[in-house]
């Protein structure tokens, strides 16, 4: 019977003994036991990285023997790795998938193995830390502000993925890193506008700072920045930064918006999703054309035998719904009908609840998301199902039910056609309304009779809870637009090492449920409302209002100022924050 002879790296590593060089040994009752699930003295994050290390194709025959792992076992796994031609990266390549696939490989024994662990235990001894800024902040206690400082102490590279991207102080901490070596990347969403006229725009200001801008046909709606990152050899992402979350690089987002911003380190898993992800948007990008010194290039490819399996992890990515092709305008994104990457996993989340879901979204209305919630709701009445939207996504029961006739003609029109179907089903459909008949708890951050962007303080976290345990956060919005027309993403994070970052969604969900003192807020602004001695206040502190109290208070409003429907006031809102008394 064959030894499984990286179980028996646990007997030699607790003091038992092999005088020869990493034979099979035989004599192991069991040897299916995945030696990962041993009680082997080597921590689950040890045996992930081994086997990152042997698959990483910068891990060579010198590498290796470097690292003083027996060269008969280095000559095989090589040969084994990069197949008949010893060229890795080509066809025949056979990465190893788990770590019984390395204890195949003859002579990978006890000594080959803590080798191989001391190669990579500083990867598994790099500090680790996952914490969150909730906005709205002051500016230097902001996410701007750490994201500011994280650039200050970057050592070789950032690569920024960002939809908007304004802050000055951000700005000039990457303009210093890029004078003193590090290399900078950007794709950013303007850049695609920006590119037909540059000359001024924030894309060339960024190039002139000496940062390589880039843009992909589709919307760039990420929000995440990797610092001193796996560019070049996986090792690094051990101890690079990651941030990433629902904040744009704005001061509106870090002073006057809801949003979180995540930021991580040690957890090599994510920051290597996050690098790949990266790197095909890089690869599929194309040039603003503007700083001519600016030199493109590539990053190490990642695949998925070179990203460790973490516990309590994972991240998906919108990007999974595209394919790519090379067109006269160049690399171009196509979406594929049909998937539906994020909003799967969100569903299989919700459809998993037993406790609670706590939803705080700027936006809901994505069909298969708000499908699971209504669901949920009629299949088990008892869970605590609780959702917070912005303003905006407040309809009356009239427009209602306007886009609930669209949508039945629309699939009539469609008869049996699955596309047209679908093309139905896909559209900017408010699903606000049908949850709150559904009993659902239901609140907007309601801020003004009628939104703008010019004074709209948003909603604009993206964070879904479950059972209290369970958190997915990220840059993707709650609507099929996210789904197949933007670059998005979302991290879901578990288990007892992410429990205090899950508490902290919880605690910052339970606060903005109670935005404004909605009993005491809400009777205060109407008495506001029906003071005559003073302008109707149009746009007002936010509260957190259900639905009918949002219909009555608009009511009210309508009633104290009859011009608040008028043309004037519909389409130019900036200009009548106020509602003077006749």
Known sequence: MRCCRLLFAVLFALG???DVEEEAIDGIDDPAVPPEKADSPYTGCQLAQVLVYVNDPATSYDVLRQAAVPKVAVRNIIAHRDGVDGQPGTADDDRFDDLAELDAVPYVGPIALQKLVAAIDARCQAPASVDVIFSPQPYEQSHLAR???LIAGAQHSID?????????????????AVTRGVTVRLLFEPANEERKSPAGTASARYEDLGIDVRYVNQIMHHKFAIIDGPRD????????????????????????????T???????????RFQREFNLLWESSRDFTWNQDLAFFSSLPIDASMIPDESGLDAVFTSANFTVRQTSYGPTFTVVAGSNTVADRLVGLIEGARKSIHLASGHLRSWPVAQ??????????????RIYLDGQEYISASTHAQQASARAACLAAAGTDPQKTQACIDNDYYYSYEAHLAGIGLRFKYYAYRWDFSYAVQMHHKYLVVDGVTLASGSYNLSDNAEHATMENMVIYDGPEHRDLVQAFEANFESIWQTGQPDTGLAALQQRIEDQSQPVPLVFDSLALD????????????????????????TDPASHRFCPRP
């Open 547 to 570: 639905h009918p109290q949002v219909t009555a208070l608009k009511a009210l409003i309508r009633a104290q100022c009859p011009a608040v429907d008028s043309t004037d006031y519909r």
């Open 16 to 18: 038992g003994g092999c």
């Open 147 to 149: 994201v500011a400082q």
């Open 262 to 272: 995540v930021f991580i380190q040690g957890r090599s898993e994510l920051v290597l």
């Open 160 to 176: 920024l993925a960002l939809y908007s991207f304004s802050d000055a102080k951000i700005a000039a901490a990457l303009g210093e």
């Open 233 to 260: 050899d996986v090792a690094p992402a051990a101890t690079a930064w990651l941030v990433t979350g629902s904040g744009n690089w704005s001061n509106s987002a870090g002073t006057r918006y809801d949003e979180n």
């Open 372 to 385: 699971a919630l209504l669901d949920q709701r009629r299949a088990h009445p008892e869970l605590d199902i």
